[in-house]
């Protein structure tokens, strides 16, 4: 059976023909490209922000584009508004892509790369042939192009409806169960909010979400809306590595338990500055920018939970 999962949050923006960046479904009315537009444009919550993509089907990596912005083909993958571009064989029997993400999005990425529907995929970006920040989302089938829409519909994983404004949060009991955070409220918001997953007028629900659903690879969470001892202990263990690498020569990050880039970064930098050394003598022998068991030897702090 094949699992499909929502590739963007429940409040990005589906975007409507006339709005602010590109007209959304497949059809002849694009007004950047001035052309048909094949997919599904979805623009972040808070403009200009990079907002999570995930996997919305499991499957293979087969091209990865690099921020094409010029040249032309049979394929229009590799046309002139790709951007930083990959695309997928889908366990669904269909070819699928995102497109215009970030350069620093796109460095995990690997042709041949197994991928898994409701994992961290990339990030909303704005390379290519674009004029904000937004995802496409493509779908080819026998090497045509298909509307991906009914497909994600008829898969029940459709992010939000037909809007041009964030869809009304929803919030059931059945999916924010107090009981079951292993942090008071308060602190929970505390750490969402310091690390910028939203502010105060941002429902305790929706801030985990986020949380959760913009840690990095290979440490993502299950996107659960629940503070619980999963998403505690890797917060705690982030902490805990921050801390430490703080403690070393180089560029400092801010010790909010939040690991996405710049955490990531500086453990790339410090393998890479410890090669020789540190790192060396711990049984590293890769600057692979992956805080592993070796790396967290160095520092002195237990491996990822």
């Keep these: 059976m094949v699992t499909y999962a929502p590739p963007v949050g429940p409040n990005s923006r589906h975007l409507l023909p006339g709005s602010d960046y590109a007209a959304a479904g497949t059809g002849p009315n694009d007004p950047v490209r001035r ?4 997919g599904l444009d979805f623009q972040p919550v808070a403009r200009g922000n990079a907002d999570p993509v995930d996997w919305l089907v499991g499957g293979t990596i087969t091209r990865i584009v690099r921020n094409r ?3 032309s083909g049979a394929d229009s993958l590799y046309r002139h508004h790709t951007g930083n571009a990959v695309e997928w064989a889908g366990d669904d029997g269909r070819l699928w892509h995102y497109r215009h ?3 620093w999005a796109m460095k995990d990425l690997r042709v041949g790369q197994r ?16 004029n904000g920040v937004h995802v496409h989302i493509g779908c080819r089938v026998d090497g045509r192009f298909v509307d991906p ?16 404004k964030p869809a009304p949060e929803r919030i059931t009991p059945a999916s924010v169960d ?14 969402c909010i310091k690390a910028g997953h939203g502010d105060e007028k941002t429902s305790t629900g929706l801030l985990i979400e986020r949380y959760q659903h913009r840690q990095l690879a290979p440490y993502q969470l299950v996107h659960d809306r629940q503070w619980g001892t999963r998403t505690d202990a890797h917060y705690q263990w982030t902490l805990a590595l921050q801390r430490a690498m703080n403690a070393w020569k180089g560029n400092k990050v ?7 880039r710049v955490t990531k970064e500086r453990v790339l930098d410090l393998q890479r ?11 590293g022998r890769v600057a692979d920018g992956i805080p592993g068991p070796i790396f967290c030897k160095m520092l002195g702090i237990r491996p990822h939970p």
């Design 35 to 38: 052309g048909p537009h094949a």
């Design 69 to 71: 912005v010029q040249g």
């Design 101 to 103: 993400m970030p350069q």
């Design 115 to 130: 991928v898994e529907a409701g994992r961290l995929a990339t990030h909303m970006g704005t390379t290519g042939n674009s």
């Design 149 to 164: 829409e009914p497909i994600l519909r008829n898969a029940g994983v459709w992010p939000i409806g037909y809007t041009a």
């Design 178 to 191: 107090p009981s079951k955070h292993v942090r008071s409220e308060l602190s929970i918001r505390q750490i």
């Design 254 to 260: 801010a010790e909010d338990g939040d690991y996405r």
């Design 273 to 283: 500055r410890n090669l020789k050394g540190a790192y060396w003598r711990a049984g």
